[in-house]
């Protein structure tokens, strides 16, 4: 694809070079800065001054001032010009010889004393432009020669020339380049690279000099472009590789350039130039009858045979936005790439940057996300430039205005879209994107609040799971701009969010009541009721919490009893005083009584005023539950169950406050037994359950409660009172006893028959009893009498054989001798013995007889002494 990367300008006019000399030829060209010199086929050479003229509208042109020509003496045309500044010459050559011609004066420089000024016999010659010799009044050279197969190495002075060098080549050269120790050369049959200091040589590939003129050009250290067959351009370094893929150009080239990151060439009728970087075709230019091609320190100079022209490279930023204008993204940023090495650093990265911008926004309006965000993520874009395309997104507050000049052609996304919904919604998907990933990195620096405004906009217009997410973290979203947003698209658990977040909890509890009463409408959370008790549970504002407390209580007192049950125990958070809510909830009872269970049951908080409180309550909801009509038998048991479990199972509370209350129910004795057994009136609780209640298993369970924290004795004496109130209650019912009580007294006595004396029943049984009914318990009663003996006299064995053991033990101690004399001392005194009478304690350790006396006064834990008397 076409670029224009050159203009084509006139420098030297055919009237200007010859008048009215028809037949004048250029054949050779060279510059240096300012000054051109033309070498003619008339032997002349001609100086011209040239100034770059460059109009208000920026169009550069060339102004040409003849200073002088001069004929060299010679009847051949001059081939070849080169300038060597240093000397002040120029190295001329014509009729097959090199000489030195002044630049100043055009005149021939003689021969110094000593050595000549002049090589004959020459077919062509080069400079060596990366001289090996540090001397810089002193320029290298590479010479052809028509008789023999060799490259001379010349060093060129102000006034001689000297052959410091000969290399033999395989075939007669015909073109010659140089660069350090490098030699690149044309043979008659092939291209090589040969290295003159060492001798190496390499091979490049075969070419006909017969068929075509070759071009060889070194374009930078070390790398050469050659016409190679096929009509394509290669470029070969040193070493014989090509580090560049290859030009392909016309096959009747006559002439190259290079001008970076453009390889121009000539040929009869164009000029082509072809991007180094790409390969491709940038440009074509008509120029008929050309013939010389050549680059001077980056200015590409051309010549026809009557006039010079120079090929004007137009600024490499300008050509880039050609191709961006073209959307030519790729090649944009191969140009802007490939010029890295021709810009200072600093002005290349801020190039760099904002043609990967203008590049990204290229793309973007294409819909080609991926790249468009990566070209955004390298150039650095400030982000708000994309957000304001996004009509309304940044907020009011903004101080952002757009990057001039424009970095893109859009005047927003309305403009970008051309009214393609379906466009819209992908370019906002694609922002929601990008946004979630720069907001958390330096791109948002110095803008978050644009960022995270924009953002929270998209996630509420889109209906965007990520909104919560947002607003629940750290964020830095715009009040004033939001509210309206969140509100336009009904977002107000969101919103509340949003007021939490800014300090605002009173609104945001307003807010959230209104949803949950219906006045709003929000469906993002169905359990938004949860969340505000969540909410006031964890609020560190007490006034709050006490303010919307009696509306979560009254919406639903079983979850909202949480506020006051679930509040986590943490320094950050004020802890609330129990006494100060069961105030608040007496007008909530059914949340008071839950209040009351969970720092009872829960929390196990050791109060009697709590827990009298709890049964009370648990009192007057059976009561109140046994008086409704019609009556709700399961509600009834679960109450029952609670109160007669609290009634067991704490020890904190005023029994005589129960008994009070449950004093006239006639349908709690169940309860008022269990009051009477914290009493210790099991009597009166056992006459309640056997004679009121006819409970007989309640009875029995009584008896195991009320013991469960006593000792045997206790529990064998509550079961003895049981079968006493079973045995007196038979005897004294009329129609010669109770058939019930008696059947409860035997199967008391056959379940639990080892809690009781067996011989005290014996003697409180009647004596019409059949013993088959008593069969169990009598057996049970034997075993029971059996095993204890038996263990008994297990007991009483192991004792005596412990006696004997230990009887055992002072027989072998007694035997021992135990020794003294004046030498040892006692160990209670420490004074030596003075008579063999002693004392032995445990151990074998002897003492005074009255130092032991002494001690045993002393001490009220008599000490077991064993006498002895020794012989030393």
Known sequence: MSVKAFELVPAVERDLLMGDKARINIECIECCGKHLYLGTNDCFIHHFLLDEVTSPKGKLSYSAQKLLHKYLGLKKPVAELRAASALERLIVLCDAIVFLVDMVTLETVPSAAGGGAKIRGVTAFSINENPVNGDPFCVEMGVLSSKRRTVQIYMVYEDRVQLVKEVNTPEQPCAVSLDGYFLCLALATQYMILNYNTGASQDLFPYSSEEKKPILKRIGREEFLLAAPGGLGMFANAEGVSQRAPVSWSESVIGAAVCFPYVVALDESFITIHSMLDQQLKQTLSFRDGHILQDFEGKVILASTKAVYVLVPLPLERQIQDLLASHRVEEALILT?????????????????????????IQFGQLQFLEAKEHFRKGQLDVRELISLYPLLLPASSSFTRCHPPLHEFADLNHLAQGDQEKVLRCKKFLITYLGEVRSTEVANGCREDVDTALLKLYAEQDHDSLLDLLASENACVLADSVPWLEKYHKYFALGLLYHYNGQDSAALQLWIRVVDGELQDSTRSDLYEYIVDFLCSCSNLDLLWKYADWALQKDPTKGIHIFTKRPASKHLTQLNTDDVITYLEKHSMALLIYLEHLVLEKRLQKEKLHTHLAVLYSERVLSLLSESPRDEEQITRARDRLQALLRESNLYSVQVLLGKLENCKQLLLERATLHGKLEENDKALHILVHKLRDFPSAEAFCIWASSSRDSAYRQQLFHLLLEVYLKG????????DGDLEMAAVDLLNRHGEVFDAAQVLRMLPDGWSLQLLRPFLSQAVRASMHAGRTSQIALSLSHSENLQLLHDRLKERKKPVFVSEKKGCHLCHNTFSEPDVVCLPGGVP??????????????????????????
């Open 337 to 361: 790439e490939g010029a890295q090495r021709n810009i200072p650093k600093d002005k290349f990265m801020i190039l760099h940057k904002r043609i990967l911008q203008q590049a990204g926004f």
């Open 730 to 737: 038979n005897q004294m019912s009329a129609g010669g006893g």
């Open 847 to 872: 003492v005074h007889k009255h130092c032991v006396a002494q001690r045993v006064r002393d001490s009220p834990t008599k000490r077991q002494l064993t006498n002895s008397s020794n012989h030393t």
